[in-house]
């Protein structure tokens, strides 16, 4: 058996001596030089282990072609390592039992590392799917294996005839996992080059932000750095390597179109031998070119799945899901609020989940929604939690609960739908301490829609020491001013009470179209910046900022209380009341627009723009037509 040494450290030993010798420094100087050095190389044999592996130079050949097997030893200080034990190779035949060698050292940002690599020419024999088996090389007395290595063998006629030039050289794909998927769907949609051998990408860089209409996108963090592949196309041989990849969702059933990617690429060819001057004079000898391409339209087909047997519930969540509810108590008094919290945690279309509603207690009031999201778009999923929260308050005392609830979402991996029982959840409110029945009904009836724990105000009475003595001055004066001064305080309150909601009634109008030229300027703003596509989520939170403003409009003109208020809910107040029927179809086209672009990923600065100058004209009629209404 051949053997061979390798000492990394040894050339740079004899170099630091040549060095010394030319300055003509002491011998105890070398020396020293030679035991640091020897140290050094000490230290790093112990501190470091050799890594082996083995590689092909393609993985997709045809009879007859040579390709080559190459095992690498690096990242180790070793002493000697034995010639790769070779064997028989499926589908192959070994050209030379004794492998090439070759060696290399580096020092990059003062970290030394070393290869030994042993080459093997292979020639493929028969057409078939093979496998490189595991190899086995004993370093210093040690012995490593390499991993088993796949390859294909495919009938040289094939690859042949199919070559007709009619395929470019380089190009890129967009790829989707799934070309038929259901609505909210998580779909990995890659961006994918293709280049012929002899093409090297030294770059890449999208042009512009990618977008497509009815799809949310989310880009996945942590990318690693793309690696190529052998590819067969047609029976030609390329390289394939995935560039960038998305997670994306369809917002819509039908035909979505997906738009082409731009991309610029910086490519260098290799330089034909023949060609003496050719890397001398081709672009400073770099042979460097930026190459413009882009991906070609492509079709999603999204489907609606069918809906379920009977649940209480369809959610909108697709994909694979834990669901649970919570409530923070189960007993309070009066007057006191619970937090029913919804939990959605798994992996899927968690961007887009809409709240639950649930059904509560006729005595229990719904009060501030809120959500919250702590998600992450990696490892080719999104995956995390989505949690929604109300706040329940009794409005008297007694027993009832919150219903269990069968709710439904879809499971796109196992192609059907899953059914979450969410169990009931009881609750039990008591009397507030102190209170009685009247006070209590009194201040549910002048609060309906306050949130939170309300502090009720305590009765004071007189010590009965101060009745049995002193004058008469403090029996009757100092209790009829004290009465009379309490009476003038409440009748203020009463008349600034009345008066508020008129002054916020008439104020109401003025206020929301100074909202209006607030968004326009931002959005005006906004356009001027780096792009449309890194502003899509702004927009959504203006367009979920405008319905907010909008909805504390209606709740002020109405004489609506502070509380929840949806779109829905206006919608059907003003289909209840006696008022100007072109009014309500107006509004509810305006309703149904925001609702619609305050979750849409298509959402723009034009489009803001133009809703905008919407809710200024709808304003308009909104005030003459309540006007009529208060009138009457």
């Not at 130079?57 to 097997?69: A, C, D, M, Q």
């Not at 034909?272 to 087909?301: A, K, M, Y």
């Not at 969410?422 to 029945?437: C, N, S």
Request: net charge negative; aromatic share 8%.
């Amino acid at each position: 058996m051949m053997m061979s040494t390798w000492n990394p450290w040894t050339h740079h030993v004899l170099q630091l001596i040549g060095v010394c010798r030319a300055l003509q420094l002491r011998r105890w100087v070398i020396a020293c030089a030679i035991v640091a050095m020897t140290m050094v190389n000490s230290t790093m044999a112990q501190g470091q282990s050799p890594e082996i592996q083995a590689t092909l130079s393609n993985t997709i050949v045809y009879t007859g072609e040579s390709f080559n097997l190459s095992i690498e030893i690096k990242n180790g200080a070793f002493s000697s390592a034995d010639y790769p034990q070779i064997g028989q190779i499926p589908g192959a035949r070994v050209l030379n039992r004794v492998p090439s060698r070759s060696s290399s050292y580096q020092i990059i940002n003062g970290n030394a590392s070393s290869s030994l690599t042993y080459t093997y020419t292979l020639m493929a024999e028969r057409e078939g799917s093979f496998e490189i088996p595991s190899l086995e090389v004993v370093i210093d007395g040690e012995t490593y294996t390499t991993e088993p290595i796949p390859f294909q063998v495919q009938s040289a006629a094939t690859g042949a005839s199919a070559d007709d030039g009619s395929i470019p050289d380089i190009f890129i794909e967009m790829e989707f996992d799934d070309q038929t998927p259901v609505l909210g769907q998580q779909l990995l949609a890659e961006v994918v080059l293709y280049f012929r051998n002899g093409l090297e990408v030294q770059s890449f860089q999208p042009l512009t932000g990618w977008s497509a209409d009815g799809l949310w996108k989310e880009e996945l963090e942590g990318q690693a750095q793309p690696r190529a592949e052998d590819a067969l196309i047609q029976g030609q041989r390329f390289r394939r390597a995935t560039l960038l990849k998305f997670m994306v969702f369809p917002t819509r059933t039908g035909t979505l179109v997906v738009d082409p990617f731009p991309m610029v690429l910086g490519v260098r060819s290799q330089v034909s031998s023949r060609d003496p001057f050719g890397s001398i004079f081709d672009s400073f000898g770099t042979n460097l070119r930026r190459v413009t391409l882009q991906t070609e339209e492509f079709e999603l087909e999204v489907r609606r799945p069918d809906n379920p047997l009977s649940v209480d519930l369809i959610l909108d969540a697709v994909g694979s899901f834990t669901i649970t509810r919570s409530a923070s108590a189960r007993e309070v008094q009066v007057g006191e609020g619970i937090e029913i919290t919804t939990t959605i945690q798994g992996t899927g279309n968690l961007p887009l989940l809409t709240r639950p509603q649930w059904e509560y207690p006729e005595d229990w009031q719904e009060y501030s929604p809120q959500e919250a999201s702590d998600f992450r778009a990696q490892n080719e999923r999104v995956q995390g939690q989505k949690a929604f929260t109300d706040l329940v308050v009794p409005s008297k005392a007694g027993r009832s609960e919150v219903p269990a609830v069968d709710v439904a979402y879809y499971n796109p991996t196992a192609a059907r739908w899953e059914v979450v029982s969410l169990p009931a959840i009881p609750l039990i409110a008591r009397e507030a301490l102190g209170q009685t029945p009247v006070q209590l009904a009194d201040a549910a009836r002048q609060f309906p829609m306050m949130g939170g724990a309300p502090t009720w105000i305590q009765t004071v009475s007189i010590p009965t020491w101060f009745w049995q003595q002193g004058t008469w001055v403090s029996r009757v004066l100092i209790p009829t001013m004290l009465g009379l001064g309490l009476w003038i305080v409440m009748i203020a309150r009463r008349i600034r009470e009345q008066q508020a909601p008129s002054r916020q009634r008439h104020t109401a109008a003025k206020t929301l179209l100074n909202q209006c030229e607030v968004h326009e300027s931002q959005t005006h703003n906004a356009g001027l910046g780096t792009g449309e596509s890194t502003s899509s989520k702004e927009i959504q939170e203006r367009y979920t900022m405008l319905v907010q403003q909008v909805l504390d409009y209606l709740r002020l003109k109405l004489q609506r209380p502070t509380g929840a208020f949806t779109l829905a809910d206006a919608e059907k107040l003003l289909d209840s009341m006696a008022i100007d029927q072109g009014f309500k179809e107006s509004s509810k086209g305006l309703f149904k627009q925001l609702s619609r672009m305050s979750y849409s990923p298509a959402a723009s600065h034009e489009q803001l723009r133009v809703d905008l100058d919407a809710v200024r004209e709808w304003v308009d009629i909104a005030e003459t037509a309540l006007k009529q209404k208060r009138n009457s």
